[in-house]
């Protein structure tokens, strides 16, 4: 074997050494960018609710995820409601939908309370916004005369993907 053949079968060994490399490398990238990919998947249709009291004393829900939502009931104190046909949270910074707030009757001190909503995506997917919120009483003038009222702050918890 002649010097010539020597340096070839060396640089061919390196070649094949560098190919396995990046090929491996490759491999890496690759598997890196599916996970990128399945993360970017799930941000573009994530689901969220955002609730807040209103003034005419009803919940407003905002649909602040990615994807309309059809709202097929809700579990709220005293007023436990489900839907034949869904109600839709439209996706949007300006429309809601609103539901009524709970039925607490007369309180005299601050009321903690919990209510959930069941919801479906564009895709059927099944989700369960948990809520919470808060009571106080108040006294407001209505008609010239001192009558007792409620006053409502409310939050969002979370909402999750869960079969109801």
């Not at 002649?2 to 990238?29: H, P, S």
């Not at 690759?30 to 990128?36: D, V």
Request: hydrophobic share 45%; charged share 20%.
């Amino acid at each position: 074997m002649n010097i010539l053949q020597l340096l070839n079968t060396i640089f061919t060994g390196f070649a094949v050494i560098v190919a396995i490399v990046a090929v491996a490398a490759a491999y890496k990238v690759g598997l890196k960018q599916i996970e990128i990919n399945n993360r970017l998947l799930k941000l573009q249709d994530f689901v969220a609710i955002s609730v807040t009291p209103s003034k005419e004393g009803t919940i407003s829900l905002w649909n602040t995820g990615n994807s309309n939502l059809y709202m097929w009931g809700f579990d709220m104190p005293n007023n436990n409601q489900r839907f034949d046909k869904p109600r839709l949270i439209s996706r949007s910074t300006v429309a809601n939908y609103w539901i009524p707030a709970p039925n607490l009757g007369k309180i005299s001190s601050t009321t903690i309370f919990d209510f959930k909503l069941y919801l479906t995506d564009e895709h059927g997917d099944k989700w369960v916004s948990e809520n919470g919120g808060e009571a106080d009483p108040a006294k407001i003038i209505k008609d010239g005369k001192e009558v007792d009222a409620i006053n409502f702050k409310v939050w969002s918890y979370k909402t999750i993907k869960m079969d109801w």
